[in-house]
């Protein structure tokens, strides 16, 4: 190469930090191109199914943007930036780190400085992740429900529950802790199925915050799961961890620190809520899969001329009984003392995400703001055309 440019050098080292295996990672900077609130680019060397790509992280003022590329491409493609936009580039190998700059005149300038990284990063496409729920030999009710095999490995099509599992945990964690898991001593899963975030979160209070005292019990009306489950219980040696069969409404426990209830259908969702309450426990987590009852009062009403655009479709009318059913219910916990709020939360593979309610309880509400709580019930109630919302009559709530 006869008097090679200074990016024509930095390519060369590139493409010779890949062949010798000393590249580290590249780094992009000073952008002055067309491409709209585009800051940096930062490369990484990954391996994605075996074969060597090069992970290239677009920096946007309020976004990235990540593409992988093959190593012919993506070196052209550093190139190609190097002479167009960027001005201002960093090689990091375990050899030496070279520096590119151009100025504003066009001049161009290649340093070469001692290596500041001696060590090459992993390969690993995706950064290992911190699971609070992990797999392994010693979690036998993984492998009862077919979440993982028997060496502890997640089953392929297993790994949307089990990201599902640990997303659960994830967003119980800070909730536990608010509470004080020293005051956690009974905890209710209401319509558990087949016990997969039941037996996670007992899993979580039991061996992950050594919560040794505490019982969990979890309420499922399918009999065949209820003594699945319990069989599960027994097998993985969880001694405070069992499985009621019944409904939700029939449920009677007069203490209870904590309720759960994960895809309770329809009203479902406000029976367990009313149980919490009348509980008083302190916590409530809820997450509705569906809405008829507050669709079929909506379907029923004459709606005003301004709720009639969005509710005249199917599918709008659907989202706005979902929305509605919701806001209602968080308004009657917040009547009965409970501060409110609402995250989104991975379900399955057929619904991705559903709305979590989470209410915690509050230690009292003056009257005045239940006054105005219920003020609010009974507006939104009468805008959107509802008589009563199943749960105020399960709470007897006098308007």
Known sequence: MENPTSIETFIFQLKSSLQEDNFVKLSLGNYRGDEHELKQIHVRLILVKREPKLNFTH??????????????????????????????ATLFTTNNDFYWTRNQSGQERLQVKTASIKQQPSLAHDKEKHRLIKPGTNKSYLHELRITDATGQVYKNAQDKFKQINHYIELLRPLIQDIGKENLKKVVDMGSGKGYLTFALYDYLYNVLGLKEVEVTGVEFREDLVSLCNRIAQQAAFPLLKFQQGAIVEYDEPNMDMLVALHACDTATDDAIYQGIKAGAKLIVVAPCCHKQVRRQMERAVMTAEIQPITRFGIFLERQAEMLTDALRTLFLEYYG???????????????????IVASKTSSIPAERRKQILSQINQTKAFFGLEKHYLESLLQLEN
Do not use: M
Request: zero cysteines; hydrophobic letters at 35%.
């Open 59 to 88: 920096r946007f003022r309020r976004r990235d943007l990540v593409k992988n590329l093959d190593i012919e491409t993506g070196v052209a493609q550093v190139e190609s930036y190097l002479k167009h936009g960027f001005y201002a």
């Open 338 to 356: 409970y501060k409110t709020k609402v995250l989104e939360f991975i379900s399955d593979a057929h619904t991705p995400k559903n709305v979590l």
